[in-house]
């Protein structure tokens, strides 16, 4: 049997990974024995999983105890919106278009996929494209720590009505003249757009079942 700290990482990597699979439907209540027995292990290492990733704040306790996905309410939705916008405005302002050009040059092509979770998935790609166009790491840190808790929001997103793909589209094949500055408006209408429709993403995270497609 492997030792309690590999399983616990064992145990971290598959809950995170079901999770952005679409494994623990909204608002379900996620019992830790169960988790255990599934996996063949004690409790200790998923009780300490779970909580690693509560700290995280993609879990939170359910009132009848357990877990649940963390789901945020509109305000604390717009919230995240507006914290991812402030780090990847805070990279455009170091960032020299140059750089900019270069790194959207290796997503141009690419396919963007259809599925709701496939949008989410490249949403966040493009955003950790962006922050890694800086030298300091910590940009990176923190816009893939927004990209985890709005993942959920990000499928919703295009169940909401909105038109991901073109933006996306749209974002990438910015050339020519004045990148940055491009970039920069297209970032700020893409936040500000889901930041008035919060209310409307945050519940359709709440209506979603099992399946992300």
């Known amino acids: ?7 616990q990482q064992r145990t971290y990597e598959a809950i995170r990974h079901a999770l952005f699979a679409g494994k623990y439907p909204v608002g379900v209540r996620i019992d830790l024995k169960t988790l255990a027995e599934g996996r063949g292990i004690s409790l200790t290492p998923v009780r300490e999983a779970i909580m690693r990733l509560v700290g995280e704040r993609l879990f939170e306790q359910h009132p009848s105890g357990g877990f649940r996905v963390a789901v945020p309410d509109s305000d604390r939705l717009a919230q995240l919106y507006d914290w991812n916008l402030h780090h990847l405005l805070a990279v455009l302002g170091l960032v ?21 979770a496939e949008l989410a998935v490249h949403t966040a790609m493009i955003f950790r494209m ?25 499928i919703a997103e295009s169940r909401s009505g909105i038109d991901v793909a ?12 004045d990148v940055k500055a491009r970039v920069r408006r297209r970032i700020l209408a893409f ?5 008035a429709r919060a209310s409307r993403i945050a519940a359709t995270i709440l209506s ?3 399946g992300q497609e």
Not at 1 to 7: G, K, L, Q, T
């Open 191 to 195: 936040h500000r757009r889901r930041i």
């Open 166 to 177: 073109r933006e996306l589209n749209a974002l990438v094949e910015i050339v020519g003249v």
């Open 208 to 210: 979603m079942g099992n």
């Open 96 to 116: 020299s278009s140059e750089a900019l050009d270069s790194a959207f040059a290796r997503l141009r092509g690419r396919t963007i996929g259809r599925s709701a």
């Open 1 to 7: 049997m492997a030792p309690e700290p590999v399983n």
């Open 130 to 154: 962006i922050g890694s166009t800086v030298a300091n790491p910590l940009f990176i840190e923190q816009i893939d720590m927004a990209s985890d808790r709005l993942h959920y929001a990000r």
